[in-house]
Structures are given as C-alpha cells and as structure tokens.
C-alpha cells in the first residue's frame, strides 16, 4: 500500500506562484501514474495534471496549461506540481492520487480528444489529504 502527502499549499495574491509537492511512503509510488485533482468548495474533484513514471508524459486541463509545470523525483518517491502566475480561481484543495501504468491509455485518449476535463477522480486512488491553495489580494 502506498500513503500521498499533500504540500506545498498556502495564501498568496494574483500572479503568485507556488510548488505543492506530493510525497509517497509505503511501497513508494513503483511505476504509477501520479495526478493533481483540486476541489474547491461546493465543485468536485477535478482533474489538474497527470505524469508517467518516466516523466516523459505530461497532462495538463486546459484551465492551466502554460501556467502549471509537473515533474517527479522518482529517487525521493515526490510529484511536484510548479503553480505560476495563480489566479484567484485556482484556489482549491488541491490532492494527489496515483493509478497503475495502464491508466496512461486513458489520459492519452483524453488529451488527444481534448477531454482531459473530464478524466475522474475514481480513474486514482491512495489520495492524501490534500493541502489548501488560495489566492485573492
């Protein structure tokens, strides 16, 4: 079994950056796929950005892409998510979660169809508790 903590999350004004960090114990996150999802009050969960275990595959929703940067550390079990130029509409809590390799046929069709949008949490599991992002001036 694999434990996520969630860090990294804190308050800070427009145009802001931030980098959470997701940090497994147990067994480590092996060769799972990781993913960010945020959930702000009153929303699901959505799905935020996906990597490979390589590294060599990055997803991103469309909400962030150019602004958010994902990358792992396979060596200290960590999924970082870099957050630059945050808008007050990215305030969330914002979880990590992790799915087997297989689930990168998923995430590709998705992108491929501009779907990533739609990718669920329930396609991860092993969530952590997450860590609180908010922005406002």
């Known amino acids: 079994q694999v434990q996520l903590a969630e860090s990294g999350g804190g308050l800070v004004q427009p145009g802001d950056s931030l980098r959470l960090s997701c940090e497994a114990s147990g067994r480590g996150f092996g060769t799972d796929v990781v993913a960010w999802f945020r959930q702000s009050p009153g929303r699901e969960r959505e799905f935020v950005s996906a990597?490979?275990?390589?590294?060599?595959?990055?997803y991103f929703t469309d909400a962030v892409k150019g602004r958010f940067a994902i990358t792992r550390d396979n060596a200290k079990n960590t999924v970082y998510l870099q957050m630059d130029n945050l808008k007050p509409e990215d305030t969330a809590v914002y979880y990590c979660?992790?799915?087997?390799?297989?689930?990168?046929?998923?995430?590709?069709?998705?992108?491929?169809?501009?779907?990533?949008?739609?990718?669920?949490?329930?396609?991860?599991?092993?969530w952590g508790q997450g860590t609180p992002v908010t922005v406002s001036s």
């Open positions: 979660g992790t799915a087997p390799p297989s689930r990168l046929i998923d995430l590709n069709t998705a992108r491929d169809t501009n779907a990533l949008s739609q990718i669920g949490d329930r396609s991860f599991e092993n």
């Open positions: 990597i490979s275990w390589t590294g060599s595959s990055k």
